[in-house]
């Protein structure tokens, strides 16, 4: 568990501040775990119907 899971789980950060926050701290936390918040975060979006952001 890191803060985005926290934060995710508690529902205080969207799914789109999730993708930002792991970008921000993918180089802090372990490849595994990495993993594991992107299958989550996916997973989210599929249940929601959260479409990808869009590349600017
Ligand atoms: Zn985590």
């Known amino acids: 568990m890191c803060l985005i899971c926290v934060e995710f789980d508690k529902q205080r950060m969207t799914i789109r501040d999730a993708q930002r926050a ?3 701290m993918v180089e802090t936390l ?9 299958a989550k975060l996916r997973e ?3 249940i929601t119907g959260t479409p990808d952001a869009k590349k600017p």
């Open 22 to 24: 792991l970008r921000e």
């Open 30 to 38: 372990e490849d595994e775990h990495v993993a594991e918040v992107r």
């Open 44 to 46: 989210a979006q599929r």
